[in-house]
Every structure is written in structure tokens, then in C-alpha cells.
């Protein structure tokens, strides 16, 4: 009998751990043009960083819910970014919020 491996997105990260230090990035937000560093989030005493796709059907499934899961947690302190892999020059239409 073969066994099926899980998808990975219903795989726990196992590759950080509590207290992890994410490393110095510097990534411009598209809309704006403003500069986003890891100091922006230091007054939070803890960042949810997201690598997402958002043209992906599972993101756009999920918008509503990563909308609402941001909002409550920021109201707990907890700071939260998305990261888009998306090139604004093949998705120049394609926005999340």
C-alpha cells in the first residue's frame, strides 16, 4: 500500500524556531514606493512574515481570512507583512487587498 505524502501547505515550518531573528531586508512596497526594513516592525514584540503569490487561487481564496487573522493579532501587538512573489511587470493588475 503507498502512502500519501500531505501537501506541504498543510506542513507545520520546521525550519525556524521560537525566537528566531529574521535577517536585515530592505523591499519596496509597489503602491507607494516606501522602503520596508525589519526596524519598521521593532516596537512589535513579534513579526508574522507571509511569502505569498497573489494571482495564486489559494491566496485569493484565503484573502478575506488573512485579512481578518492580521487585524486581530495586530490588535494584540503582533506585526504582520506579506511578501509577494509576484513581478509587477507580468502581474502589473494583480493586488491582494
Not at 48 to 60: E, G
Request: charged share 20%; with cysteine; proline share 7%.
Amino acid at each position: 500500500m503507498t502512502q500519501k505524502t500531505p501537501s506541504k501547505a498543510r506542513l507545520e515550518s520546521t525550519h525556524v524556531s521560537d525566537g528566531f531573528c529574521a535577517p536585515q531586508f530592505e523591499l519596496p512596497e509597489p503602491l507607494t514606493g516606501k522602503i520596508w526594513t525589519l526596524d519598521d516592525f521593532e516596537a512589535s514584540p513579534a513579526l508574522l512574515v507571509m511569502f505569498i503569490c497573489n494571482h495564486c487561487p489559494f491566496v485569493k481564496h484565503l484573502k478575506k481570512d488573512i485579512a481578518k487573522l492580521t487585524s486581530f493579532y495586530i490588535e494584540k501587538g503582533l506585526a504582520s507583512i506579506a511578501i509577494s512573489s509576484n513581478s509587477i511587470v507580468t502581474y502589473p493588475k494583480v493586488r491582494l487587498y
